[in-house]
């Protein structure tokens, strides 16, 4: 069976940490053996780090960044419902953005590369997405942002467990829901802030004592 094959190789591992504090669980009812929660690894490095890799996009006003990992009529619909009502350009980073919209409110850059992608996280004035990652970035950077739930996906604990963790669950959207009325632009970081810090700390510390420290770099020691 397929959990047994799981559970022979789970057991082969000395240490086994894991993203989501649903995968705790997981673990234990497989090998009866306790993981550790660490973060994304993304989320390793801080925002001073991520910025010094930034590249920010030549985009002089204030726009709306739409980053979708799958496709939302809805996250698009909420965008230039926003557009509308602020006055503010959006900016598409996903699948979505190879196609060309008539709109001349509407900026798509479908080949954006790593830089380029933390410089529009960055710059941003608001985010709208439905990716994990999306988020964590929204986070990292301060960004106000709000994350899309599909309504078409059964595992969406990575989001929402990321969310409930740093104190932002006010920030989430279940699809096809009706939109938030409250301002998308004041949000409290701070307990955010603290959070990732005590987290990354953590995280670090359990990586460092799972392996052999004479390979890791003394940046991260």
């Not at 001073?48 to 204030?62: L, Y």
């Not at 960004?143 to 963790?165: D, G, H, V």
Request: with cysteine; charged share 25%.
């Amino acid at each position: 069976q397929a959990t047994d094959k799981y559970k022979n190789r789970l057991n082969d591992l000395d240490s086994i940490s894991v993203r989501e504090s649903s995968g705790l669980e997981i673990v234990q009812k497989l090998t009866g053996r306790m993981a550790e929660h660490v973060v994304d690894p993304t989320m390793l490095l801080t925002r001073s780090e991520w910025e010094q890799i930034a590249v920010k996009p030549p985009i002089n006003e204030p726009y709306i960044l739409l980053y979708n990992v799958t496709k939302s009529d809805y996250a698009t619909r909420f965008a230039k419902d926003l557009s509308n009502k602020r006055n503010l350009k959006i900016v598409k980073i996903c699948t979505e953005a190879v196609r060309e919209d008539k709109n001349s409110l509407v900026l798509s850059i479908p080949d954006a590369g790593p830089a380029e992608f933390l410089g529009l996280f960055i710059k941003s004035s608001l985010i709208i997405t439905n990716s994990f990652h999306g988020t964590v970035f929204s986070i990292i950077f301060n960004r106000p942002f709000y994350t899309i739930i599909p309504a078409s996906k059964t595992n969406t604990s990575r989001q929402l467990n990321l969310l409930e963790k740093f104190g932002l669950t006010d920030r989430t959207i279940y699809e096809y829901s009706s939109y938030p009325s409250k301002d998308f632009e004041i949000i409290d970081f701070d307990y955010a802030n603290n959070m990732l810090i005590s987290l990354r700390e953590g995280s670090v510390k359990f990586l460092l004592s799972s392996i052999d420290t004479d390979e890791v770099p003394h940046t991260l020691r």
